[in-house]
């Protein structure tokens, strides 16, 4: 494996690389790699020639009171689990590299970024969609790939590839979660024993949901009052929020006549966490967490 600290030689290899007609599979992190992105980079490995993960703590899609200082980082084990999922080149630039002084052209969605954590975090998916842009141009992938977990964030990164005529295939990778339904995140880390316990409310509530859902009922407002009370009920979790939309479109939506997304986001005590389900008909990978789920 390659560790690669400046993007005019991630690019320029990246450039050798197509010359050459090799297949380039990318993910994208900000690092303290657990198996959610393990998975990611198993996904990206079967479908390319060379696989390219970058670890770079975005400052640009942290607000002014987030956690961009205190975001865990271990590069060494980062570096080693990389090197155990087979990558062959690790882009690691720092922030004064990949962002010029003055630099004053950013990548903005203006639809799908309005509702959800995009109404909780100005200007996050600003920060993302422009990093992620700076990336593609960099390592010039042939297909990239993104966490389900993410949601919000997947469909932006969709969008913004159709729109912008990205040539890279966006592949969607499941959620993948602890073995108590915790779903994996490196901001677990910053939860006590008792927090970490109190966090797999998230998961009950969106098996609850699924419940409900499969017993016949598809009016959001009675699905989304008992998630409520089921999460407000535990200590230290308070509600940021639940909300029913559009898979596709992230609209809200009154009734699951259609794949709909259960996003939900909490603060255990100040830690942010997101988890999210499908209800409607659903994905493969969809289906499988929901069988699961029962
Ligand atoms: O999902 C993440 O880890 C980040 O938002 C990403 C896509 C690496 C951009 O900084």
């Not at 980082?73 to 080149?89: I, P, S, T, Y």
């Not at 993948?176 to 009950?204: F, H, T």
């Not at 959001?220 to 407000?232: D, G, H, N, Q």
Request: with cysteine.
């Amino acid at each position: 494996m390659q560790i690669i600290h400046t993007p005019l030689e991630m690019q320029e290899c990246a450039m050798g690389l197509k010359r050459a007609g090799k297949v380039i599979g990318f993910v994208p992190t900000m690092g303290f790699l657990h198996e959610g992105h393990l998975s990611l980079m198993r996904i990206a490995r079967e479908q390319c020639d060379v696989l390219v993960v970058s670890i770079f703590v975005n400052p640009t899609q942290f607000g002014p009171n987030e956690d961009l200082d205190a975001y865990p980082r271990d590069f060494k084990r980062d570096e080693a689990l990389c090197r155990e999922a087979k990558v062959d080149f690790l882009f690691y630039p720092e922030p004064t590299n990949m962002y010029a002084d003055n630099a004053s052209v950013w990548v903005e969605e203006e639809s799908l970024s309005s509702v959800l954590c995009g109404a909780s975090r100005p200007g996050h998916f600003r920060g993302v969609c422009t990093v992620v842009a700076k990336l593609f141009n960099l390592v010039q992938p042939d297909l990239a790939v993104f966490g389900e977990k993410d949601a919000q964030q997947l469909r932006i990164i969709e969008r913004m590839v159709r729109d912008l005529n990205f040539p890279v295939e966006i592949v969607r990778g499941p959620i993948v979660r602890e073995s108590d339904g915790l779903a994996m995140s490196s901001r677990n880390k910053y939860l006590s024993p008792e927090q970490r316990k109190n966090a797999i409310c998230l998961r009950k509530a969106l098996d609850a949901a699924t419940r409900m859902f499969r017993k016949g009922e598809h009016n959001v407002e009675p699905i989304r009052s008992v998630m409520e009370e089921m999460i407000s009920a535990v200590p230290e979790v308070r509600i940021d929020y639940i909300e029913f939309v559009d898979e596709q479109t992230l609209c809200m939506v009154n009734r699951i006549d259609r794949p709909v997304l259960v996003a939900i986001a909490v603060r255990v005590g100040s830690t942010r966490l997101i988890d999210n389900g499908v209800l409607g008909s659903m994905s493969g990978a969809h289906k499988v967490a929901v069988k699961n789920a029962l």
